[in-house]
């Protein structure tokens, strides 16, 4: 069996979406006042996404425009997240009950002053819903926008990959299989045995997943080369030109391969998040 080889009956559950942008959080070293200030939000609604206590917050609809914010922040995509957010939260649904006597002239069958009150107020509710769909982003412009386009539009709203052009420097692709002159990223499956073929100048990075867990890298410039949530059982390669600087959160469940040598990432881990240069 290879080394990149993770047995099939190592099992684990996939994050919930508060867990998720934690993850994110503490491997970008953002902290929850940071989130709080940046969303207009407070810190104990903060913690209550990430500790999935959607008891403490608005309705579903809310709930989804505060974790889109959430990702928009962290620069992840938030289509995983809000799915994890249906498939594992059941969500409070939000109750608007009338007062009993809220001190209205309510409308009589010939009453003009009552139809009028009537037809103000649905118009005020109508105003007032927009106003709130509009601040958190419920509605998805893009989405709609990119059905009038045409296919290439609605494929990008819909969070599909679109064609990345190549750059004039060596940068890595974060998206699957795709590749740049000098530098490559790729997603293949854990139970793959086969290593890619490095490029001429070239250091090779080989990414094992026992865990889900973020991976930020970035090279000898600066540039962010790779970033993105990895899930469990897959391998990334990242190839391009050292030092690197690397951010790897849930250490423990990651196996790192540099130039074919094992790299031990405990002296480097900090709260399950791995901080380390690679010459």
Same mark, same amino acid.
């Given at each position: 069996?290879?080394?990149?080889?993770? !047995?099939?009956? &190592? #099992?684990?559950?996939?994050?919930?979406?508060?867990?998720?942008?934690?993850? =994110?959080?503490?491997?970008?070293?953002?902290?929850?006042?940071? *989130?709080?200030?940046?969303?207009?939000?407070?810190?104990?609604? %903060?913690?209550? %996404?990430?500790?999935?206590?959607?008891?403490?917050?608005?309705?579903?609809?809310?709930?989804?425009?505060?974790?889109?914010?959430?990702?928009?922040?962290?620069?992840?995509?938030? =289509?995983?997240?809000?799915?994890?957010? &249906?498939?594992?939260? +059941?969500?409070?649904?939000?109750?608007?009950? #009338? !007062?009993?006597?809220?001190?209205? $002239?309510? !409308?009589?069958?010939?009453?003009?002053?009552?139809?009028?009150?009537?037809?103000?107020?649905?118009?005020?509710?109508?105003?007032?819903?927009?106003?709130?769909?509009?601040?958190?982003?419920?509605?998805?412009?893009? =989405?709609?926008?990119?059905?009038? +386009?045409?296919?290439?539009?609605?494929?990008?709203?819909?969070?599909?990959?679109?064609?990345?052009?190549?750059?004039?420097?060596?940068?890595? #692709? *974060?998206?699957?299989?795709?590749?740049?002159?000098?530098?490559?990223?790729?997603?293949?499956?854990?139970?793959?045995?086969?290593?890619?073929?490095?490029? !001429?100048? =070239?250091?090779?990075?080989?990414?094992?997943?026992?865990?889900?867990?973020?991976?930020? *890298?970035?090279?000898?410039?600066? $540039?962010?080369?790779?970033?993105?949530?990895?899930?469990?059982?897959?391998?990334?390669?990242?190839?391009?030109?050292?030092?690197?600087?690397?951010?790897?959160?849930?250490?423990?469940?990651?196996?790192?391969?540099?130039?074919?040598?094992?790299?031990?990432?405990?002296?480097?881990? $900090?709260?399950?998040?791995? $901080?380390?240069?690679?010459?």
């Amino acid at each position: 069996m290879s080394e990149l080889e993770t !047995p099939a009956s &190592e #099992a684990q559950a996939v994050p919930g979406p508060g867990a998720m942008l934690r993850m =994110a959080r503490e491997a970008r070293g953002t902290t929850i006042p940071e *989130v709080a200030a940046a969303l207009k939000m407070s810190p104990r609604q %903060i913690e209550a %996404i990430e500790g999935e206590d959607f008891s403490r917050l608005s309705g579903a609809t809310f709930i989804r425009g505060f974790i889109r914010n959430y990702a928009k922040l962290l620069k992840i995509d938030a =289509a995983p997240v809000l799915a994890a957010l &249906e498939d594992q939260t +059941a969500l409070p649904q939000a109750e608007l009950n #009338a !007062p009993a006597d809220a001190g209205v $002239r309510m !409308p009589t069958a010939n009453g003009r002053h009552g139809r009028g009150l009537l037809g103000a107020t649905v118009l005020a509710l109508i105003m007032l819903g927009i106003a709130l769909v509009l601040y958190f982003d419920v509605i998805d412009l893009g =989405a709609i926008l990119g059905h009038q +386009a045409g296919p290439a539009a609605s494929r990008q709203a819909a969070g599909q990959p679109s064609i990345v052009q190549p750059l004039p420097q060596p940068v890595a #692709a *974060v998206l699957p299989s795709a590749s740049v002159e000098g530098v490559t990223a790729a997603a293949t499956p854990a139970e793959s045995s086969e290593k890619p073929a490095s490029k !001429p100048g =070239a250091h090779q990075m080989i990414f094992s997943f026992d865990g889900n867990s973020w991976v930020e *890298v970035k090279d000898v410039a600066g $540039r962010t080369v790779f970033s993105q949530m990895n899930a469990k059982g897959t391998t990334q390669v990242v190839e391009g030109h050292p030092p690197f600087q690397l951010v790897v959160g849930n250490a423990s469940h990651v196996r790192l391969h540099y130039n074919e040598q094992l790299v031990d990432l405990r002296p480097h881990t $900090r709260v399950e998040v791995a $901080r380390l240069t690679l010459e």
